[in-house]
Nanobody, 126 residues
Framework: QVQLVEAGGGLVQAGGSLRLSCEASGLILSDYPVGWFRQAPGKEREFVATISSGGQNIEYADSVKGRFTISRDNAKNTVDLQMNSLKPEDTAVYHC???????????????????WGQGTQVTVSS
């Protein structure tokens, strides 16, 4: 019943921009913390950004601060990730995830999130 689908990935040149969307079915995203994580080949899945249910508490990985922005569009039941000034190091599969257990806070830990999307590929060429 619950499904998360990431959209917006693709191939861009370094310095370009992409906007990813986490689209939810079967739950209301505004009720829960939502995070973005990414996994590059040969590396562990790493934290990118997270946003609290009310949108007031936001955290970013140091590697993306100043370049990425996480936001909510509650009318569309989505959480978006605007990615600017993209670098080849940003190349990865990007996943959104929902924390349905710790609903009153935010976490940068993968273990806090119990629903995950299948991911969307972001490739940044140099």
């Amino acid at each position: 019943q619950v499904q998360l689908v990431e959209a917006g990935g693709g191939l861009v040149q370094a310095g370009g921009s992409l906007r990813l969307s986490c689209e939810a079915s079967g739950l209301i995203l505004s009720d829960y913390p939502v995070g973005w994580f990414r996994q590059a080949p040969g590396k562990e899945r790493e934290f990118v950004a997270t946003i609290s249910s009310g949108g007031q508490n936001i955290e970013y990985a140091d590697s993306v601060k100043g370049r990425f922005t996480i936001s909510r569009d509650n009318a569309k039941n989505t959480v978006d990730l605007q990615m600017n000034s993209l670098k080849p190091e940003d190349t990865a599969v990007y996943h959104c995830a929902v924390d349905r257990v710790h609903v009153n806070g935010v976490s940068t830990s993968r273990s806090s999130y119990d629903y995950w999307g299948q991911g969307t590929q972001v490739t940044v060429s140099s």
